[in-house]
């Protein structure tokens, strides 16, 4: 049986996207949970034949971390997920101003930035995850409370539930579906990551990176640089761009681009649609 690694413990948002990844191909897998990004990543190809990570969410971005991850390490995009994301705040307190210590997860902290801002009496407290939240909450002996999945508690368990407290309703996360071995682009493969890899530093390097995909009417739906962690002003660029590698226009795009820079192609995969 095939295994997936991904961020545990169950019940996380990447354990809700490695579900609808699972449910949604022939094969069986086996799920394994890993506490942080770098243990997930590090055991595919090793203990599991693939992983499931966050790399974009819809308000705060790309994931530094899993980029520099993407660069360094020898993987392969295969796949990709967009989870809607809802927090609530569960509370065993009956009133906000009567909460003393707050639980949250370091990505779902800057998700729910104008909510935390509110609870002015709250201590708040990082976690490495939103599980972590949850049972920290509960073990507490005053008066708490953490933000967590809207999937993970039932309201009557709780004295003070506030729902949705997500700075935007209608808040994504976007997964990856990662692999050590590449596979060939499938027929409807519509969309292509890879980094451009700062080794071969000119004027004009990023102008003539763009001009290559504009010029054959590619689109680009996002570029993120990353610092080459060598000197100031150097860095790596990851692309997202509508197309699939194996296309013509695109393959020449990016044998031009290859001609002045090193490419990492990571892979071509069907672009995910939203879920509500």
Known sequence: MKKIATLGPPGTFSDMATGIYTAAQSDTFQVEYF??????????GKSCDIGI????????????????????ADLNVIDEII???KFSMISNAHSLSDIQQLYVQFVARG?????LESLHNAKIITTDSNIESLNRFKDSDIPSAAIVPSTSYRKSDFPLVCEEVNDYKNNQTRFLVISKVSQP?????????LIV??????????????????KR???????????????????????DFDGNAEDPVVADAL?????TNNVKLLGSYKKAKSLN
């Open 197 to 214: 890899l700062d080794d071969n530093d000119h004027p004009g390097y990023l102008g003539e990176v763009l001009l290559s995909f504009s």
């Open 111 to 115: 998700q729910c930035c104008e909510f």
């Open 35 to 44: 506490p942080t990004i770098v243990g997930t990543l590090s055991e595919v």
């Open 217 to 239: 009417n590619i689109n680009l739906t996002s570029i993120i640089s990353r610092p080459t962690r060598k000197t100031f002003g150097k860095y790596h660029f990851f692309i």
């Open 83 to 85: 989870l809607p994301i």
């Open 185 to 193: 682009a499938t027929v409807d493969a519509d969309k292509t990551s």
């Open 53 to 72: 990570i966050p790399i974009e969410n819809f308000s705060e971005g790309f994931i530094a971390l899993v980029l520099d991850e993407l660069i360094s």
């Open 255 to 259: 044998k031009e681009i290859g001609k």
